[in-house]
């Protein structure tokens, strides 16, 4: 028997592998009796902020985790490939279908037993030494925390986090916003037109919609500068502030876009990404921000196209829960202090949703070959999975940042090839033959 508390993506992956194993799964899961800041469902594995699972393709380093993940057989691929909707070179997917094909697995598998209420404390080691696996994610609750700071002492940290705005799609106005991807490159078939709406500026509007923006109130009372923001998901007033242009070097970079009006590349744009199946909402791609609601309001509207946008959700910020993974964890995501307790997903110090179902997949693996009596394995440092373990166990404990995937944290090929695409590609190569050998010898072993 397994006890897994937090039934998100790292909860239910690590719960889906175990089972796959043989192993019973106990999973804990807190919500809806007791909600956190952000989730709004009861659903298992909820996508609280962007409906984006990022890049899908393996010259991307968070495409080459899927695909590792889809071949160990990860349920939260699974889902998101059937949850799929338009989105460019990403993997982007409908969170109500996906988080219902993750519910519908996990309640119908006969191995896993869901109980809803919250675990406000790490169970002790068990008579029957059943392994736990905290995957309580960046919203752990508030006992629960402290009980962790107990466990891994003041190493035991959070930053502060932002998430976007969504509008209804009936509410813009198609006569400014085109649709287009990048470079013309959609995934999508039969979206030859591309998967985002794309709301151009001119130097005016942008000036305009700048002056509003950094002048806008923020919703706490934080000095934004001060406060320890993750730099991938920095809000966009933060960024803003460090200089008139940054936006339009960050998420409002026109490259790679025409207006069809003029002809030419707006001087800004500000991209819609799909966020259901239906197509009726779309969320303000990098546009996470923490500012007050009324002032949010009105700083989106000054948007060409948005000027009467209706919202379905206003972006926030939230506080983000993590420990110093270097000094808590080994590469099989169990902790250095207590080889049956595990952490998975974003508290465990990794970042992202496919990350964390990735930890989640690693941990659910380990935990099971510990109820099995075998030894807990770590992946081959080559394949993205792997060079992901290596860095949240191994990196300078003395300024730990949770981590993406990203090839800088894969180790160098060599000798390494000039062109980049192809250094990539072969990147992938290699893990994904390294991956299939450590298979293939778990199958043997
Ligand atoms: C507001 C916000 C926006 C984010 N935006 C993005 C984004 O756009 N893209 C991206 O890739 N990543 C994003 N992240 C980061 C991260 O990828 C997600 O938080 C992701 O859901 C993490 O997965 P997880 O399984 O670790 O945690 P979660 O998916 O949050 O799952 C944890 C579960 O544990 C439950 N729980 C908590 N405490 C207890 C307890 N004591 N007992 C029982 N159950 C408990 C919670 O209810 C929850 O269901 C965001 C995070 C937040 C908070």
């Known amino acids: 028997m397994i006890h897994i508390i937090g039934g998100g993506l790292a909860g239910s992956e690590a719960a889906w592998q175990a089972a796959r194993r043989g192993v019973p799964v106990t999973l804990h899961e807190m919500r809806p009796g007791r909600p956190t800041a952000v989730h709004r469902t009861e659903g298992l594995a909820e996508l609280v902020c962007s409906n984006s699972f990022r890049g899908d393709k393996l010259d991307n380093a968070v495409g080459l985790l899927k695909e590792e993940m889809r071949r160990l057989g990860s349920l939260i691929m699974r889902a998101a490939d059937e949850a799929r909707v338009p989105a460019g070179a990403a993997l982007a997917v409908d969170r109500d279908v996906f988080s219902h094909a993750v519910t519908e697995a996990?309640?119908?598998?006969?191995?896993?037993?869901?109980?809803?209420?919250?675990?406000?404390r790490i169970p002790d080691v068990a008579e029957d030494h059943a392994p736990v696996i905290v995957a309580t994610g960046p919203l752990t609750s508030d006992s629960l925390s402290s009980d962790i700071q107990t466990l891994v002492?003041?190493?035991?940290?959070?930053?502060?986090?932002?998430i976007s705005p969504i509008v209804l799609a009936e509410s813009l106005d198609m006569a400014k916003v085109f649709r287009a991807s990048r470079w013309d490159r959609s995934l999508t078939d039969g979206q030859a037109e591309g998967d985002y709406l794309n709301c151009p500026q001119s130097k005016v509007e942008y000036d305009t919609f700048y002056e509003a923006l950094v002048a806008a109130e923020s919703a706490t009372v934080h000095d934004l500068d001060r406060e320890k923001f993750f730099e991938g998901c920095l809000p966009i007033e933060v960024m803003a502030r460090r200089g008139r242009d940054t936006l339009r070097f960050g998420p409002m970079k026109p490259v790679g876009l025409v207006d069809p009006r003029t002809g030419r590349p707006p001087y800004a744009v500000v991209q819609l990404r799909q966020?259901?199946?239906?197509?009726?909402?779309?969320?303000?791609?990098?546009?996470?921000?923490?500012?007050?609601?009324?002032?949010?309001?009105?700083?989106?509207?000054?948007?060409?196209?948005?000027?009467?946008?209706?919202?379905?959700?206003?972006?926030?910020?939230?506080?983000?829960?993590y420990i110093n993974g270097p000094k808590v964890l080994l590469p099989t995501w169990q902790t250095r202090m207590r080889g049956d307790l595990f952490f998975a997903g974003q508290v465990s110090g990794v970042e992202g949703y496919v990350e964390s179902a990735a930890s989640g997949l690693v941990a659910g693996m380990?935990?099971?070959?510990?109820?099995?009596?075998?030894?807990?394995r770590a992946l081959p440092r080559t394949t993205a999975i792997g060079a992901l373990a290596h860095y949240v166990s191994h990196a300078d404990p003395s300024n730990y940042q949770p981590a993406n995937i990203t090839h800088g944290i894969m180790?160098?090929?060599?000798?390494?090839?000039?062109?980049?695409?192809?250094r990539k590609l072969l990147t992938a190569e290699r893990a994904l033959a390294d991956l299939e050998t450590w298979m293939g010898a778990q199958v043997g072993a």
């Open 275 to 321: 966020d259901n199946l239906a197509g009726d909402h779309f969320s303000l791609v990098g546009f996470q921000t923490q500012i007050k609601w009324g002032d949010q309001a009105k700083v989106v509207r000054l948007i060409p196209g948005l000027e009467r946008a209706e919202f379905v959700r206003f972006g926030m910020v939230h506080r983000n829960t």
């Open 366 to 376: 380990n935990a099971a070959a510990l109820v099995h009596g075998d030894a807990p």
């Open 153 to 162: 002492g003041d190493e035991h940290l959070y930053f502060y986090d932002a």
């Open 411 to 422: 180790p160098a090929l060599e000798p390494a090839p000039k062109d980049k695409l192809k």
């Open 106 to 120: 996990i309640t119908r598998e006969p191995l896993i037993t869901l109980v809803r209420g919250e675990v406000t």
